[in-house]
Each structure stands twice: as structure tokens, then as C-alpha cells.
């Protein structure tokens, strides 16, 4: 099993509409997570920390399960500047060490 | 706003030379990365430095790569030997704590990337 899964997508959709990802991973040690998005052949920018509680940032809201295992972003309110593609990052500790675990990463196109 | 800045954007070299790719983190960081991420594929972590030492290093990041501060600024990764299988995007990353000090201070900043292509 993959220790971060997310759906490749694409996932197409409209100007104005609200869109979910979610993000598997599969080591229960998995202690901080993030998202960040990444536009074609650019660096990885943040977008978003996940917290325990839950956060929210403008449009942007990310969620996380550590029952089940998963964190959620969703955007609401999409705009054509949303298209990317949307990374999830979970840090695994492991005996002190903290080791940076990227997901493939889910395309987002939205359109006019 | 403070930002990681990388050297070339592009490097093209052939199959058995040494490479160099330079980093500049953000000023007030003290934990750096280096990743890679081939064509198309996800982006792989390879190695974390602080305090002049490697903290952690997976599994990648084997005896031909090395990682230095050279100064009081830039931020190195040497390929010794390269190989075509080295070709890729090379990302380095700072941030202002380890996961430990908390999640805002664990918080990574990329640089815009060197692209290596090994022939």
C-alpha cells in the first residue's frame, strides 16, 4: 500500500463551483500534514497546513481524520487561478526522525 | 516577502560529471531540504540539514550525493557522478523548525527549481 494516496483526477469543473480532494496515508505515526499546489513544471508552493482542528483559509478549508486516516481539502467558490495540481504532504516520525512524504498529487482544471 | 532562490535554473551535463546545485534558503530558516521529482512523477524528499549536519536522509540519497553549507548563505547539493537517471527537477526548501518545534514552524518553502538533464 502506498503511504500516501490521492486521486490523480483530473477533476474538471466549473467557475464557481466547490470541489473536494482527499488524501490517504498509511502510517498511523504520520504526525504533521499539509497541502500545497503546484502549477505545471513550478515548484510546490503551500497552500495550507492541516490542523487537528481543522482550518480555513478564505475559500480553502482542510480537514483531518486521524481515525480514518485522511485529509480533505476543499475549495468553494473555484477560479480559473485554481487550476494546478493540489499535493498533499504528510511528515512520518519515526525514532526522532521526521521524514517529508509527498502524495502524486490530484489535477484540478477549472474552467469558464 | 523572503524567498528561496536556486542556481541554474537549468544545468545540462553528461553521464559520469559532478554537479552542483545551489540553494539560497530564506535568511531567518534553519532546517534545509533538497528534493527531486522526475517528469511526472511525484516529489521525492532526499535529504534534511541542520546545524551543519545531515538530520535526516532517505534512502535515495545514497553515497554520490553530498549536501553543504558552504558559507553563510547558499545551501549545496553535489551529484559526484551523475547518471541519466539523475535527470529531473531539483527542489531545495527551508523552513524555520524541524516537524518536532510544530507544524507552522515545520512549514517548507520551495525554491523555483534547478532542472538537471544528464546525457
Known amino acids: 500500500r502506498k503511504e500516501v494516496e490521492q486521486d490523480p483526477g483530473p477533476f474538471n469543473v466549473p467557475e464557481g463551483a466547490t470541489v473536494a480532494f482527499n488524501c490517504t496515508y498509511s502510517?498511523?505515526?504520520?504526525?504533521?500534514f499539509f497541502w500545497y499546489r503546484q502549477d505545471c513544471r513550478k515548484e510546490p508552493k503551500l497552500l495550507m497546513s492541516?490542523?487537528?482542528s481543522g482550518n480555513e483559509d478564505g475559500r480553502f478549508t482542510a480537514q483531518l481524520n486521524r481515525a480514518s486516516q485522511y485529509i480533505s481539502l476543499l475549495i468553494r467558490d473555484s477560479k480559473l487561478s485554481d487550476s494546478a495540481t493540489y499535493l498533499c504532504v504528510v511528515i512520518v516520525s519515526s525514532g526522532g526522525s521526521y521524514i517529508p512524504t509527498f502524495g502524486r498529487g490530484t489535477s484540478l482544471i477549472v474552467h469558464p | 516577502e523572503p524567498e528561496v532562490t536556486q542556481t541554474p535554473s537549468h544545468q545540462v551535463t553528461q553521464m559520469g560529471q559532478e554537479v552542483i546545485l545551489r540553494c539560497v534558503p530564506i535568511?531567518?530558516?534553519?532546517?534545509f531540504y533538497w528534493y527531486r521529482q522526475i517528469l511526472g512523477q511525484k516529489v521525492e524528499f532526499l535529504v534534511s540539514?541542520?546545524?551543519?549536519?545531515?538530520?535526516?536522509k532517505s534512502e535515495i540519497f545514497d553515497d554520490q550525493f553530498s549536501v553543504e553549507r558552504p558559507d553563510g548563505s547558499n545551501f549545496t547539493l553535489k551529484i559526484r557522478s551523475t547518471k541519466l537517471e539523475d535527470s529531473a527537477m531539483y527542489f531545495c526548501a527551508s523552513s524555520r523548525g524541524s516537524a518536532g518545534a510544530g507544524t507552522t514552524d515545520y512549514e517548507q518553502y520551495f525554491g523555483p527549481g534547478t532542472r538537471l538533464t544528464v546525457t
Open positions: 492541516v490542523y487537528s
Open positions: 502510517n498511523s505515526a504520520s504526525q504533521s
Open positions: 535568511s531567518n530558516h534553519l532546517y
Open positions: 540539514f541542520y546545524n551543519n549536519e545531515i538530520s535526516e
